[in-house]
């Protein structure tokens, strides 16, 4: 028994040593540029993914969207597979809150990289009266909510 556990093991980590010098081969050897989600970057948390925040530093784990309430009680969690843009990840989240609670939220104020013109139309459309993105990108405060004041 405590030989095919062993085994077992010494398989389990076989595959992750041979997946690593396969991205190692045809990155440095063949100069291939080998996308994230085809890498190993733990032989002993093999499910990390490569988190990339703009221009900082690279973090390894898991990426998380939380959505909170006023008080800020944790309403959602979901924990993404890979690194998705927070762009893409706006509406999902906000469909899983429609689907749980039964309608959106009156006012709703997210991150920065949540913002785009498709997430304000389509967050309105879903009911969300005033909608403040942390970072404007391009998007005038009276299109998200009805006045400076209830942005802010």
Known sequence: ATC?????????YRVLIERVIEQ???????GEKVPAREKSFSLFEAHTDI???G???????HKLNL????SGLVLDVMIEAGN???????LPMLNRHIQHYGKAPRQMAVDGGYASKDNLKEAKAKGVKDMAFHKKK???V???AKSDWVYR
Request: zero cysteines.
């Open 24 to 30: 190692t081969e045809r990155r440095v050897f063949h």
């Open 4 to 12: 095919t556990a062993w085994l077992t093991e010494v398989e389990h």
């Open 142 to 144: 009276e299109e998200m």
């Open 84 to 90: 998705p843009a927070d762009t893409e990840r706006f």
């Open 67 to 70: 959505m909170t309430g006023q």
């Open 55 to 61: 221009s900082r530093d690279i973090q390894y784990g």
């Open 51 to 53: 988190i990339v925040k």
């Open 138 to 140: 391009g998007l005038k």
